[in-house]
């Protein structure tokens, strides 16, 4: 059987590794065994913060609609409770976009949510 060199696939393996740690800093960015290392705990952070992202953004969007719904006079969770009663499914993403662009419409939103 033939002899296999194994340069040119190594060489494309930490071409593409280096490739992923463009952009860091000192020697993660152009010395494969750092840029290896560096890129396993971008790596695993980048997955959990991905979660951690959506978590973040339903956070700020139910700190919006609270504030927005208690100048109308009812606060958050009597808000979407009201809303769930009332079978009014927008979500919490919809409604502090309205809550912070459209005030009259979210006014109306929370009116018709008290009424019954």
Known sequence: MSRVKRGTTANKR????LKHAKGFQWGRKSKYKLAKDALRHAWTY????????KRSFR???QLQINS??????ITYSRFIHALKENKIEIDR????QMASKHP?????????????
């Open 93 to 96: 993403k919809v409604l502090s």
């Open 46 to 53: 980048a997955f959990r913060d991905r979660k951690a992202k």
């Open 59 to 61: 956070q700020l969007w």
């Open 68 to 73: 927005q719904a208690r100048e109308n006079g």
């Open 104 to 116: 009259e419409i979210f006014k109306k939103i929370v009116e018709t949510a008290k009424a019954k």
């Open 14 to 17: 930490r071409k593409n590794m």
